[in-house]
T-cell receptor, first 114, second 113 residues
Framework: DTEVTQTPKHLVMGMTNKKSLKCEQH?????MYWYKQKAKKPPELMFV???????INESVPSRFSPECPNSSLLNLHLHALQPEDSALYLC?????????????FGDGTRLSIL | DAKTTQPTSMDCAEGRAANLPCNHS???????VYWYRQIHSQGPQYIIH???NNETNEMASLIITEDRKSSTLILPHATLRDTAVYYC??????????????FGKGTSLLVTP
């Protein structure tokens, strides 16, 4: 079991749809992350939030829009996605942005774009 | 961050120790070694980390060589549920890029009955 909860586990959407991915943690962590993982590839960092502020955007297209409403929640809003955006989207959290303590991951949302 | 090199795949018999090597010959003094694993259809799971001393927890042991240029993750009694991709990651926690986890390709460990 993971202490980072992601919903939904699976999502199928068309290219014109708008949907959101949700991530929640109750470990008191102040840094939260979104990663994208394509099949048979390692996870790649997309966004980093620190104390609810966006700290890092790894040149992600604007059709992905992150949001951190409070210290426990992280959302990823999706709009006008492309088929190549189909992937596993992982959320992670850590105590602080830079520190020895590790990041902890959720089990991801598997996204399919039709 | 220092680059790591791991074997692409390894096999281990159930009940035996699994020893997963990692080479990080360009590691800097402030960089830690972290190990994660990813079981199929799950998110990466943190296993253990260390700086220079050997470390042990309920999941595994981490042996770091004295020159810190390589390390070995040891699963003392492998089970079928340990079949996963294991990632060795070098990270400088207190640096400007300390947030970054560069996963690399990892080692695919297959535990067989």
């Amino acid at each position: 079991d993971t202490e980072v909860t992601q919903t939904p586990k699976h999502l199928v959407m068309g290219m014109t749809n708008k949907k959101s991915l949700k991530c929640e943690q109750h470990m008191g962590h102040r840094a939260m992350y979104w990663y994208k993982q394509k099949a048979k590839k390692p996870p790649e960092l997309m966004f980093v939030y620190s104390y609810e502020k966006l700290s890092i955007n790894e040149s992600v297209p604007s059709r992905f829009s992150p949001e951190c409403p409070n210290s426990s929640l992280l959302n990823l809003h999706l709009h006008a996605l492309q088929p190549e955006d189909s992937a596993l989207y992982l959320c992670a959290s850590s105590q602080v942005l830079t520190g020895v303590q590790p990041q902890h991951f959720g089990d991801g949302t598997r996204l399919s774009i039709l | 961050d220092a680059k790591t090199t791991q074997p692409t795949s390894m096999d281990c018999a159930e009940g035996r120790a699994a020893n997963l090597p990692c080479n990080h010959s360009t590691i800097s003094g402030n960089e830690y070694v972290y190990w994660y694993r990813q079981i199929h259809s799950q998110g990466p799971q943190y296993i253990i980390h260390g700086l220079k001393n050997n470390e042990t927890n309920e999941m595994a042991s981490l042996i770091i060589t004295e020159d810190r240029k390589s390390s070995t993750l040891i699963l003392p009694h492998a089970t079928l549920r340990d079949t996963a991709v294991y990632y060795c990651i070098v990270r400088a926690p207190n640096s400007n890029s300390g947030y970054a986890l560069n996963f690399g390709k990892g080692t695919s460990l297959l535990v067989t009955p």
